[in-house]
C-alpha cells in the first residue's frame, strides 16, 4: 500500500510538472475582439510600425497581446516570431491589418519579446501615403533598431569606464537674445533723508534691457541696461539709477520652447536723488547685479518671460547725517519683471 500510493504521489508530481512546463513553455496570447467577422488569410494582413498612422477609414476591431511563457524558449519568442502570431490571429478574426502599438523584452539580456497591437480592417481601394511591411521586412527594421540602442549602450559604458572623456553638453537653444522687461521694483536697503528720518522697503519702477550671445555649450556673455525709479511723495523725494555692464550668462534648455537661464555682472552705475529742501546729488560707481529667468518661446522669434533681478551698489556716506547704524549704506534692489524676448 506505501509503495502505491509513493508511486501514485510520483505520478502526480510528474505530470504536474509536464502540464506546468507545457502550459508556461508556449507563447501566450490575449484577444480582446469587439467585432466578429469571417477569418482571411495571413498573407493578406498589412502591418503597420509603431511610428506610422493608419489610413483613413480603417476601423479598429479589436486587441491583440502576445506574450512568451516563463519557460519560453528564446528562439521561440524572438520578435518576428511573436508578431507572426499576432498576425495570424488578426487573420483569424477577419481584419486586413495589424498596428503594432508597441513591443518589450522581458529583460535587458533576454530575446524574449511581448508584442501588441490593434488589428483594423481596411476598406476596399484605401490609399494611403505609408507603406505598411511585411514580416521580413518588420524583422530587420527591429533588427536596425535593436543595433543602434546596442551601439549607443556600448559607447556610453566606454565613456563611462574611461575617465579622461568628456561628454560635450549640446543647449540646442537660441544663440542671441533680446530681453525687454517692465515691472515693479522694491529697494530692500536703507536710505536716510536726514537724522530722523530715513526710508526702506519702497516700491518703484524697474525698466531692463539685456542682450546675451550663447554658445552651443549653454554659456555665454551679455549686455545689461537697468532703470530703477522711486519717488516718495509724503518727503518729496526721488531718485533714479543707471547701470550699464558685460555679463557672464548660463542658459538651459526645459523643452523645445521653454529656456531658462541666470547672469552675474559688474558694471557701471549712476544714482541720482532729489530732495525738496536739500536739493540734489549724483554719484556714480560700480553696481553688482544678479538675474534668474525663465521665458516660453511662442513662435519661432518671439518670447515670453519672467526675469527676477537682484541689484547691488554702494553709496558714500552723506557728511551731514549720522548713518553709524547703518552696516551697509547704499541702495539694493529686487526686480520682478515680464517682457518680451525677441531671437536674433
Known amino acids: 500500500m506505501k509503495k502505491m500510493l509513493s508511486f501514485i504521489s510520483a505520478a502526480v508530481v510528474v505530470a504536474t510538472a509536464i502540464h506546468l512546463t507545457s502550459c508556461s513553455s508556449a507563447p501566450r496570447m490575449v484577444v480582446d475582439v469587439v467585432e466578429h467577422l469571417p477569418s482571411l488569410p495571413p498573407d493578406s494582413v498589412r502591418i503597420y510600425d509603431t511610428d506610422q498612422h493608419m489610413p483613413q477609414g480603417a476601423r479598429p476591431i479589436g486587441k491583440v497581446d502576445v506574450m512568451g511563457g516563463d519557460m519560453t524558449p528564446a528562439d521561440k519568442c524572438r520578435y518576428i516570431n511573436m508578431l507572426s502570431l499576432a498576425v495570424r490571429k488578426t487573420a483569424d478574426c477577419g481584419a486586413n491589418a495589424l498596428h503594432v502599438d508597441g513591443d518589450r523584452k522581458f529583460g535587458l539580456t533576454s530575446n524574449c519579446h511581448r508584442v501588441w497591437g490593434t488589428m483594423y480592417v481596411l476598406p476596399d481601394g484605401v490609399l494611403t501615403g505609408d507603406t505598411p511591411f511585411t514580416l521580413a521586412q518588420m524583422e530587420e527594421r527591429k533588427d536596425q533598431k535593436l543595433l543602434e540602442q546596442a551601439t549607443l549602450k556600448q559607447a556610453v559604458s566606454q565613456d563611462a569606464q574611461n575617465p579622461d572623456s568628456k561628454r560635450k553638453v549640446v543647449y540646442g537653444g537660441p544663440l542671441n537674445i533680446l530681453k525687454v522687461n517692465v515691472g515693479p521694483s522694491w529697494m530692500v536697503s536703507e536710505l536716510a533723508l536726514s537724522s530722523s528720518q530715513s526710508f526702506k ?144
Do not use: C
Open 201 to 344: 522697503n519702497e516700491s518703484g519702477f524697474g525698466l531692463d534691457v539685456d542682450f546675451q550671445h550663447l554658445w552651443q555649450s549653454g554659456l555665454g556673455f551679455g549686455i545689461n541696461y537697468l532703470y530703477h525709479y522711486v519717488s516718495l511723495a509724503s518727503s518729496s523725494y526721488n531718485y533714479k539709477l543707471h547701470y550699464i555692464g558685460p555679463s557672464i550668462v548660463a542658459s538651459y534648455m526645459l523643452g523645445s520652447r521653454v529656456r531658462t537661464d541666470a547672469a552675474v555682472g559688474l558694471g557701471y552705475s549712476v544714482f541720482s536723488e532729489v530732495m525738496a529742501r536739500n536739493g540734489s546729488r549724483q554719484e556714480s560707481g560700480l553696481g553688482i547685479l544678479a538675474q534668474v529667468g525663465l521665458e516660453v518661446m511662442v513662435v519661432k522669434n518671439v518670447g515670453v518671460g519672467f526675469q527676477l533681478n537682484t541689484y547691488t551698489m554702494k553709496l558714500k556716506r552723506p557728511e551731514n547725517i549720522n548713518t553709524d547704524r547703518f552696516s551697509f549704506y547704499g541702495i539694493r534692489h529686487i526686480d520682478a519683471l515680464l517682457g518680451l524676448r525677441i531671437y536674433l
